[in-house]
């Protein structure tokens, strides 16, 4: 599983040519064309293109972080099918969170390259001692936990850390479990197994955020 993401991943860029050959209008070209895509379109895609479930959400998630796909997603309010058409579907609020955490993503990584490009021009008699060092790679985004989560609680207290852990568990249970996944991801930056029990991937988020709190 975890190889046939990966290698998802690594073959997004030929992949989403072969995709927009297939469906022009899900995967166009010009950025204001982009529409949010239905929640369908990932078994649509598994069962046309024979691709492994694994390996097509790798594909589509590339395609997905784009931010012409992210403004999409914050622009209309229903999502459309491979096909071009509109469906009544909803972009809900889970969506367009992720959608804004990917655009600031997305420029972190950017503001990363544009001073790693700049530091390379730099001729090397100029550059201070300090520069010597290597650029830091920007981290994947952490989310701050809801103040209503934390209220009330003091985090160094053990009955309080196992309040706010419940707390945790009750504010997530709601999504699906590898929305779930995905959203331990932005939260935290781990990485966790599509096969990882919701109230594991809460404990996880929870731990994240008592660390963070302790600093």
């Not at 053990?158 to 852990?165: G, L, P, S, W």
Request: aromatic share 6%; charged share 35%; glycine share 2%.
């Amino acid at each position: 599983m975890k190889s046939e993401t990966g290698r998802g991943f690594k073959e997004a860029r030929a992949q989403l040519e072969v995709l927009r050959a297939r469906w022009p209008q899900a995967f166009p070209l010009e950025a204001r064309e982009v529409r949010p895509l239905e929640m369908a379109a990932l078994d649509v895609i598994v069962n046309e293109m024979g691709w492994s479930r694994a390996y097509a959400r790798a594909v589509l998630a590339a395609w997905k972080k784009r931010n012409a796909y992210c403004r999409a997603v914050l622009t209309y309010p229903t999502r459309f099918r491979l096909d071009g058409s509109k469906t009544d579907e909803p972009v809900d609020d889970i969506a367009r969170d992720h959608a804004r955490r990917d655009i600031a993503s997305n420029q972190q990584r950017k503001l990363a390259r544009e001073a790693q490009a700049a530091a390379r021009k730099e001729p090397a008699a100029e550059k201070p001692a300090a520069r010597e060092e290597s650029i830091p790679k920007p981290e994947p985004p952490k989310a701050a936990c809801p103040p209503e989560l934390i209220e009330g609680l003091n985090l160094e207290e053990e009955e309080d850390r196992i309040r706010f852990r419940l707390r945790v568990f009750r504010h997530f249970k709601h999504m699906a479990p590898e929305a779930l996944i995905d959203e331990a991801f932005a939260i935290t930056g781990e990485r966790l197994p599509r096969s990882a029990a919701p109230a594991a991937v809460c404990k996880t988020i929870a731990k994240f955020w008592i660390a963070r709190a302790a600093r």
